[in-house]
């Protein structure tokens, strides 16, 4: 975890090398680890249950994403405690009240839906590498599940027809914009891409791969413009694959 309650109060802090702090959770105290190689952080000692339960197994890629926040600051709109139910931390909190959550570790079903829950308007975002696990595929929900290979360029909507977003666009709009509404962003995001797209494929492509009122079909049309025509894009402007 990024943030703790330093030793003798409840202020939440960072980690920074001599400070001693304790888990907001399970109050036990922790372990502060600023190696050169890793992002300072807290860490439970070792064979601590709470450890085991979705806090120390967050990885660099993790913290990354966390603080690509705009002036991130402990317990308002980084590692924020929201206490219903359940006290739960949220990875992020926008500025428009969007919790987004990062996963890479795997995740028990009934820990999803209790933060889906909990967070009420809030989005997910997946490493590509625990995509596959049940979570993600055998519970349906209303809550944007987008997913993030680290070696592209965009997020991808997860289980659409090719809906994607520039990493940088999603920070600057998502994370530290204005977007109150995630589902109807990518709505919107939808039909931007479909015009678009329908608009270059018909301009790029011979008259025998389109349809006889001129369009391509959803799954035509997004599986080529994904592979394909994001090379007629502009790569320089964050906004012109949205």
């Known amino acids: 975890m990024l943030t703790a309650f330093k030793e003798g109060t409840r202020n939440l802090i960072f980690a920074s090398r001599g400070v001693s702090a304790y888990c907001p959770e399970c109050k036990e105290p922790l372990i502060t680890k600023c190696g050169k190689l890793t992002t300072p952080h807290f860490a439970h000692k070792p064979h601590t249950e709470c450890g085991k339960l979705y806090h120390d197994g967050m990885s660099e890629w993790h913290y990354n994403w ?13 590692e924020v405690p929201i206490q219903q139910e359940y006290l739960k931390r949220a990875d992020v ?7 987004i959550e990062f996963q890479k570790s795997p995740l028990p079903i009934d820990e999803r839906r209790l933060r889906e829950y909990q967070y009420k308007n809030m989005m997910w975002v997946v ?20 997913i993030d290979d680290p070696e592209c360029d965009y997020l991808y909507l997860y289980n ?3 809906v994607r977003i520039n990493k940088r666009a ?17 709505k ?16 790029a492509l011979p008259d025998h791969f389109l349809s006889e009122d001129g369009f391509l079909s959803n799954f035509i049309l997004f599986d080529y413009f ?8 502009n790569k320089n402007d964050i906004f012109a694959n949205f």
């Open 66 to 78: 966390q603080l690509k926040i705009e002036n991130p600051t402990a317990g308002v709109n980084i």
């Open 160 to 162: 659409s027809l090719g």
């Open 93 to 99: 909190i926008t500025k428009e009240g969007i919790v």
């Open 170 to 186: 999603f920070v600057f709009m998502i994370m530290n914009g204005d977007v109150a509404y995630p589902m109807e962003f990518f």
């Open 127 to 146: 490493h590509k590498d625990i995509k596959k696990s049940k979570t993600w595929s055998y519970h349906k929900s209303s809550t944007p599940i987008l």
């Open 188 to 203: 919107y995001v939808y039909r931007k891409q479909k015009i678009r797209g329908n608009r270059r494929i018909n301009n």
């Open 226 to 233: 994904n592979k394909e025509v994001e090379k007629l894009l």
